[in-house]
């Protein structure tokens, strides 16, 4: 496998991708989901607009107010996420790609 399919959706931008999906299906603004997160709201927005990668120690304060995993935010990988909040996310795409 080579190291450029190991890495996608790694990015900035997949990462980014990722919480705005996420906080929109668990239907929060952007200021609600950073505060709920004990996050300032422009260190949040940068983290969505691409422009940072969310630091792990913020990354733990996500996972651990909206059920999330590392894994989830930095690989894309939704197996340990909650079936409830993986079949929402899977719905959502659906909708997007088509």
């Known amino acids: 496998m080579s190291k450029e399919r190991r890495t996608e959706g790694r990015d900035k931008a997949a990462i980014a991708a990722r919480l705005i999906l996420t906080r929109e299906v668990l239907g929060f603004e952007q200021s609600e989901f950073a505060e709920g997160a004990g996050l ?27 059920g999330l995993t590392l894994d989830w935010i930095y690989r894309g990988d939704q197996s340990g ?8 996310i899977k719905k959502v795409r659906q909708v ?3």
């Open 81 to 88: 996420l909650s079936y409830k909040l993986a079949d929402a």
């Open 96 to 98: 997007r790609t088509h």
């Open 40 to 66: 300032a709201r422009s260190t949040y927005n940068q983290y969505e607009t691409a422009k940072n990668f969310p630091r792990l120690k913020e990354a733990h304060k996500i996972c651990d107010q909206y």
